[in-house]
């Protein structure tokens, strides 16, 4: 059965803090990881992740995948009460010859910071 | 570019009835998902539309049901409502690569509250 695990489930940190969200996967059909943000609404995107080893970056928060220990980080440097969020990991299946995929989601990061 | 849109934003129904929840897509996306999400399981997927055709479903009763119209808006049907199906229903949007293949990046719409009494 596909399943993706994050780790730690919650966190409480203080502006100014480094935090790293963990995520790995066992899935089936592989195309790739997301990471997203949900503030009590809509889960908004952050980064999309297909190649191993290759950094993506936006502002303070950066994310890594590594397909052969099937796992991805996520780092947000000198952290800021605006980033208390649930921080979510998914990761998309589905055959390339296939049209159609779905996300497979983790339980969420739950991030707290304190002034 | 407007969002995803989802109506109504809360809902409160009672055992046995049943709810049909609506979203609009981003304006150009064509494939439209819908999620599950509840504090025990998380986020699910139920099932995905493109071009009025469901492609993929996910593990849930057949008491779950949608539809996709020609102008992309969706609505999914929860019919003879169950305690455990209150939730929230999100709603994603992608737009789609060449040939209508499904594209990894879904944006997600507020959602909509559903509480079952």
């Known amino acids: 059965e596909d399943k993706v695990v994050q780790s730690p489930l919650s966190l409480v940190v203080h502006e100014g803090d480094t935090v790293t969200l963990n995520c790995s996967y066992e899935v089936t059909n592989f195309r790739s990881l997301l990471w997203y943000k949900q503030e009590k609404k809509a889960p908004t995107f952050l980064f999309m992740l297909t190649s191993s080893g290759i950094e993506k970056k936006s502002g303070r928060l950066s994310s890594i995948l590594d397909k052969k220990e099937l796992f991805s980080i996520l780092n947000i440097t000198a952290t800021q009460t605006g980033d208390s969020a649930v921080y979510l990991c998914?990761?998309?299946?589905?055959?390339?010859?296939?049209?159609?995929?779905?996300?497979?989601f983790g339980q969420g990061t739950t991030l707290q910071v304190k002034p | 570019k407007a969002g995803v849109t989802q109506t109504p934003r809360y809902l409160i129904k009672t055992r046995g009835q049943q709810v049909t929840l609506s979203c609009s897509p981003i304006?150009?996306?064509?494939?439209v998902s819908w999620y599950q999400q509840t504090p025990g399981q998380g986020l699910q997927f139920l099932f995905e539309y493109f071009s009025e055709t469901q492609r993929n479903k996910g593990n849930f009763p057949g008491r779950f049901s949608g539809r996709q119209f020609s102008n992309s808006r969706s609505e999914m049907n929860v019919s003879t409502l169950e305690l455990g199906d209150s939730a929230l229903y999100l709603c994603?949007?992608?737009?789609?690569?060449?040939?209508?293949?499904?594209?990894?990046?879904?944006?997600f719409g507020p959602g909509t509250r559903l509480t079952v009494l």
């Open positions: 994603a949007s992608s737009s789609p690569g060449l040939g209508g293949f499904w594209a990894d990046t879904q944006y």
């Open positions: 998914a990761v998309a299946t589905g055959l390339a010859s296939s049209n159609t995929g779905k996300l497979i």
């Open positions: 304006s150009g996306h064509r494939s």
